[in-house]
């Protein structure tokens, strides 16, 4: 694997939200939009020592009627995170 090139702040920026887009498409195929009332994505960008950490905090309202477990959004964002991979090595990497 290819070294992480040196990130700015805009970056940085633009990573978070298209990783924002990412997580938001990958919830999306695995559950009916129409079972949520509210998702909320905090994500965290830790940038140091030419190292990126990325964290994740999904916050999700169902409707009272729902029947999408845990399980379901937890393979979301493992899904997400696959392609969050993939983004970096394309776009990236040197």
Request: zero cysteines; hydrophobic letters at 35%; glycine letters at 2%.
């Amino acid at each position: 694997m290819s070294k992480l090139k040196q990130l700015t702040n805009e970056d940085l920026a633009t990573i978070s939200d298209d990783f924002g887009e990412i997580l938001e498409r990958e919830v999306s195929k695995s559950i009916s939009m129409k079972e949520l009332e509210d998702l909320d994505l905090d994500i965290i960008l830790n940038y140091e020592n030419e190292q990126l950490d990325v964290d994740v905090d999904v916050g999700v309202l169902f409707d009272e009627l729902s029947e999408i477990t845990q399980n379901q959004i937890s393979k979301a964002i493992d899904e997400a995170y696959l392609k969050f991979d993939s983004y970096i090595d394309d776009n990236y990497r040197v």
